[in-house]
């Protein structure tokens, strides 16, 4: 016995030299080992979310199949990527960018998947022995999707598995199991799990990788484990949890851990991560789930499960963490929210009405004016709405956002890569919209209201109106142009379906509000001569029923997911545009310097930004509507409606419509006259040929054979002929299903505004600002995007360039009718027409008396 002490005695020691223990430089630079983290928040839930998806999950219809599934979502619109269990295996599916169709994937995914659009890496699970299965990499995935032609009828895709970038392998070239991992959301790091021998960390960029534990929970003992994985961006974080799994945080530094070699014990010199359990934050734990840690990972959110039957959604930060005071209630948004169409400059919040900064947030917007009604401190109320935000700037990917309308990038300030991560940070901290993604002040403030007005820019109704807003009935509002947009709008109800369910997954409360748009036009009402003579009765009507189909279709994917839909569509009755009202709830067309629409009338210069935006007095009318439907924003969500299209929307105008997509590919790079046309990778259908348009009066500008790997990239001139105003770009082209489709980008021509001089309102430069963008040299393996005309009608989310407007050939012009009153306004262009035809009339008499000799 005495001999056997001995032998223990020895094994533990050699044990402890060979695992040694945190040094003191790897504690001090530890965040979550060295230091008891904090517990910020508690949120108790009445179910537990599913424990298979670390995302979110959507209920999708698989076109090949002809059934939906519900599935768990990866990606974006590059490639959204789909899985579900069916039949005792995973499944996986896609959706190709500017494709309506999701199809089911062959080949891969019997296992867990996992798939990053950022670095479009794809992270999966295959047979390695009879029980085990083992790690696998795919890069560039979207590259190994292959299209299967079975008839004329049905289209599958299978994935090329051949030749992985990575294998999970010990030094020995031998398969390691990994019954589980976990992918960051940047797609840079994976954890996974390894077999009764703890957990690894992978680099995908160069596939290094290190064991971090050779402790974890262990199998065979009558409770095998079933674990939950997440890392952090920068791959210093790992969490475990997940049935039988407990609830661990590990730091991974630079100084602990080893190598995969052999059996994947312990090795002489290896040093332990630093770890920590927080199971004792919990007296009766039972489990934890869907663990996330937020960006660096110095947050982790994640659901407990106690004995008793009580479910927690809980938040800890590392020590020393700041501790956000949590907001009552935080807006997101379009320039409907922002409050873009402020008549008071002064009313704009600071930072939001200069240089790039242009999202123009007001205090008598709506947001503003619901949180003194319910008596919520501007301290613990905020509004980050832009004006022309769309879906992408409020929800995506966080390492390649570098502002709406790039501008911390290279049409804007041109940062690095580290200061845009500061600036981004100083937003946040300040509450400065358009810098960082609407979303992440939802993590970071934890709202318990959230409202949310969006989807006209995605659906491109701003820049349609925008472009109607000229003489002559505009392409949208006839024959195929209707179909188009129906289509379009139709299609935007799976992308919203998707963005609230992402956005449900972030907030700890249910209180979100959703709010749809106002109808800003009576068609059959008396406009102004300007509003006439801008918008015929077609144009008019074709706004009011965009408005109204795009109400039900937000109205319906709210409902889905459970979020509460505010109908604000009547709130303008009465005080719309062409209402003959006093005091209009809409700014009516505004007289500016932006564009001249006569070229005979050069001091005649109109469409200013706030052009068809709620005045202050519609903002009012707006939160009224709100607080009438749910006081003091409190209420249940309504039954899910169905959507259904009137007479309108369903005639069929033509025997191939087109699908309609509102987009970017135009860029200008430093010379006005010249774009570059830039369509990535993977978008189209390699070697088809792609047509670029302007309208709207129809012109070719050029002919693009699409590349091999789906792309484009090509230049054109400006032609000399095209008129200064606004105009549509079409690209018509051909996507990877080999479908028609209608790439189209909203284009400003006009003169050059140049520098911004003193006394010059923001308002009335901002309008000439180029609706082409320019490329960033600081985003990588995309294409960057340039300062949007983010002031524009409606603050359409169109392209530009700051202070790089396409010249064309016009005189400088001063606006003589800016400070005319609006009631005095009528009858100056009454008077104008009447002297303008008494001119006409006495023209024609002295031509006459000059050329014409009387008869004989």
Request: charged share 20%.
């Amino acid at each position: 016995m005495k001999a056997l002490a001995i032998v223990l005695v020895l094994v533990s020691v050699g044990l402890g030299l060979v695992f040694e223990p945190v040094t003191t430089d790897a504690a001090q630079s530890s965040l979550w080992g060295n230091e008891t983290p904090t517990l910020i928040k508690k949120t108790d839930l009445t179910d537990a979310p599913s424990s298979d998806c670390p995302t979110y999950k959507q209920d999708i219809l698989i076109t090949d199949i002809g059934t939906t599934r519900s599935m768990c979502v990866y990606g974006d619109e590059r490639l959204k990527f789909g899985t579900y269990y069916e039949q005792g295996r995973y499944r996986a599916a896609i959706e190709f960018s500017y494709s309506t169709s999701m199809y089911t994937l062959d080949g891969i995914c019997n296992f867990i998947c996992r798939y990053s659009a950022n670095t479009d890496t794809l992270v999966t699970q295959q047979q390695v022995s009879q029980n085990g299965i083992g790690l696998v990499v795919y890069r560039n995935a979207s590259r190994r999707i292959k299209q299967k032609v079975i008839s004329q009828s049905l289209i599958k895709y299978e994935f090329d598995t051949s030749r992985p970038d990575f294998e999970m392998k010990n030094d020995n070239g031998r398969y390691i199991w990994t019954p589980s991992f976990g992918l960051s959301e940047n797609g840079t790091w994976v954890v996974a799990e390894l077999y009764n021998t703890g957990i690894a960390v992978l680099n995908t960029e160069n596939f290094t990788v290190r064991q971090i534990t050779t402790d974890g929970p262990g199998y065979g003992y009558g409770m095998n484990p079933t674990e939950e994985l997440a890392i952090s961006n920068d791959g210093k974080s790992v969490v475990l949890a997940g049935s039988n799994a407990g609830l661990q945080v590990y730091d991974v530094i630079d100084t602990c851990g080893q190598k995969l070699v052999g059996e994947l014990n312990i090795q002489l010199g290896s040093t332990r991560c630093p770890s920590r359990s927080l199971v004792g934050n919990f007296p009766n734990f039972a489990l934890a789930m869907r663990p996330r840690l937020i960006g660096d990972g110095h947050q982790l959110d994640i659901v407990v499960i106690s004995w008793g039957s009580l479910i927690q959604r809980v938040t800890f930060v590392t020590k020393g963490t700041t501790v956000i005071p949590q907001l009552q209630l935080l807006s997101l948004g379009d320039s409907f929210s922002s409050g873009e169409g402020e008549t008071n400059d002064a009313f704009y919040q600071p930072g939001t009405n200069m240089g790039i900064d242009v999202c123009h947030v007001s205090t008598r917007a709506y947001p503003a004016l619901i949180s003194k009604r319910i008596g919520v401190g501007d301290n613990s109320a905020k509004n980050v709405s832009c004006s022309g935000a769309r879906i992408g700037d409020i929800i995506g990917s966080k390492d390649t956002y570098w502002g709406q309308g790039n501008r911390l990038g290279g049409a804007g300030l041109k940062l690095t890569i580290s200061e845009r991560t500061a600036a981004q940070e100083v937003a946040l901290d300040n509450y400065q919209p358009g810098r960082t993604l609407q979303s992440n002040f939802i993590e970071r403030y934890n709202p318990e209201i959230l409202t949310i007005g969006i989807g006209g820019n995605d659906a491109g109704l701003m820049g349609k109106l925008r472009t109607c807003a000229m003489p002559g009935t505009c392409e949208w509002a006839q024959g195929v142009g209707i179909e188009e947009t129906a289509g379009e709008i139709s299609r935007l109800s799976s992308t919203l379906e998707s963005f609230f369910a992402q956005i449900k997954e972030k907030m700890s409360s249910s209180r979100v509000f959703v709010v749809g748009y106002p109808n800003i036009i009576d068609p059959e009402g008396v406009c102004d001569p300007t509003t006439a003579f801008l918008l015929d009765r077609t144009e008019r009507v074709f706004i009011q029923r965009s408005i109204r189909y795009l109400n039900q279709v937000i109205n319906a994917a709210a409902n889905k997911v459970g979020f509460m839909y505010v109908d604000i569509e009547h709130s303008f009755d009465g005080t719309q545009l062409c209402s003959g009202s006093s005091s209009p709830s809409m700014n009516r067309v505004r007289i500016g310097n932006d564009t001249s629409l006569i070229d005979s009338l050069p001091m005649l210069k109109i469409i200013g930004a706030e052009t068809f935006h709620p005045t202050p007095e519609g903002h009012s009318k707006i939160a009224d509507a709100i607080l009438s439907q749910y006081p003091n924003l409190a209420g249940s969500p309504t039954e899910t409606t169905k959507v259904e299209p009137d007479s309108y929307w369903t005639t069929k105008k033509s025997d191939q419509p087109k699908m309609a997509y509102a987009t970017d590919f135009a860029f200008t790079t430093g010379d006005a006259s010249r774009m570059t046309i830039q369509v990535p990778d993977g978008t189209l259908q390699p070697q088809s040929t792609a047509t670029l348009e302007v309208r709207s009066t129809p012109m070719t500008l050029a002919t693009f054979v699409v590349n091999d790997s789906g792309g484009i990239t090509g230049s054109i001139s400006i032609p000399d002929s095209l008129e200064a105003g606004f105009h549509t770009l079409h690209l018509f082209a051909v996507n990877r299903e080999g479908q028609s489709i209608d790439l189209y980008q909203f284009l400003t021509t006009g003169e050059s505004v140049g520098a911004i001089q003193s006394g010059v309102s923001q308002r009335d430069v901002n309008g000439s600002l180029s609706n082409i963008r320019r490329v960033s040299p600081a985003v990588s393996n995309s294409v960057a995007s340039g300062i949007s005309d983010i002031t524009g009608v409606l603050g359409a989310q169109s392209s530009g360039g700051l202070n790089n407007s396409l010249k064309k050939s016009a005189p400088p012009v001063i606006s003589y009718l800016e400070d005319v009153p609006q009631s005095v306004r009528p009858v100056l262009f009454g008077g104008i027409l009447v002297i303008m035809a008494g001119l006409l009339t006495l023209c024609t008499f002295l031509v006459w008396k000059r050329w014409v000799k009387p008869a004989p």
